[in-house]
């Protein structure tokens, strides 16, 4: 897990990216309601949680460099014992202090008198304004009783900057700890993906598969999937948000599993696609077995120094040339690279960051050029062909077929480590794992 060394070290390198007298104020998650008087498991905000590692509710952290009282401010609930024996234990602010390190802590319900003489006589606010409509209104609130004040030497502050700019470029470097709590998430989902292809057959239902993740996710510790599963079987692989997971299994067709858990608030994210019957048919095969070559090309081509979009490009050509082969695309490689007439097949990207979030934060591009990918960062691989099952303009075989294989990738030094390669994806190894035929 993530300690609070950790924790410190982070808040020190936003605070040495901040400019002189600013003050960056950042609000945690809250409980919202699922329906009635019942709500929503509680999930910090991941901004916030990077900062602190607190897991409550109803909290502001507030980081003030060179103040010389503590620059590691944290409001949050009071300790209550009689509202405790319904909703569960809180630190409180001595336990902000004592098992968080902030240097001051205070009760939630005196933030509007503490904070805004915290803000006073700073030059810059940062805060990541839109994304908490509710709390820009507080904060602005606060400016406003300041500025109030300015004829008896009040001094509002002048500018606000974006924290995301500081705090969102840190995210997506991941240290030695943070790799290692992604390739502990990364090992359960192997282990959820197993389980699941072993108790496939045909009959059973896309939310029997479901619950197969879901209890080896919460054996290992997960109360949290990192997103919601997709299990989508026969023209249901071919929906890429697909998530009623409602259907019967049928044999003959495929299934499409699209999950991972979340580890100490680090996601993984792996699909495969493999047949119900355990066995793939011709056409299944052949598609299969490109997008699986997609994937690997894509993978070589995540490397350090190359730019984000190369693994993309590199997945493309091979997913045209292999459609072009097969009679699903005719003209040019490289008139139809041009067209991206792979598009009504391959209609996503073939990426995206990953830590923290399952979409995790990040640019992908610095001003008009692509980032280049350096060591410490995760994203995913993952290309797929989906042929609509009413796509009259190909040949019956290949209609209702939808496949896709996704691993998750960290860029070393040394080249791309896969961090769920534990899990089969080559045709003969799935076919082999599917219905528990591999031990």
Known sequence: MIGKREFSRRRRKVMAEMEPGSIAIVPSASIHTRNRDTEYRFRQD??????????EPDAVAVLMPERKHGEFVLFCQERDPALELWTGYRQGPEGACKNYSADDAFPIGDIDEILPGLIEGRERVYYAMGRNAD????LMQWVNTIRNKARTGAQPPGEFLDLNYLLHELRLFKSAAEIRQMQAAADISVRAHKRAMKACKP????YHLEAELIHEFMQAGCRHPA???????GKNACILHYTQNCDELVAGDLVLIDAGCEYGYYASDITRTFPVSGKFSKPQ?????????SQLAAIDATIAGRHWNEPHEACVRVLTLGLLELGLLKGKLETLLKKEAYKPFYMHRTGHWLGMDVHDVGD??????????????VLTV???LYIAPDNKKVDKQWRGIGIRIEDDVLVTKQGPQVLTKALPKKAADIEKMVGGRRK
């Not at 709390?135 to 507080?138: L, V």
């Open 227 to 233: 997103y919601e599963s997709i299990v989508g079987s």
């Open 46 to 55: 991941s901004d916030f949680y990077y900062l602190t590692g607190f897991d």
């Open 285 to 293: 095969r052949a598609l299969y077995d490109l997008v699986l070559k």
């Open 364 to 377: 992908y591009r610095v001003g008009e050029e692509w980032r280049l990918l350096e060591p410490g960062m």
């Open 203 to 206: 009959g059973r239902f896309e």
């Open 382 to 384: 993952e290309p797929g």
């Open 135 to 138: 709390f820009d209104q507080q």
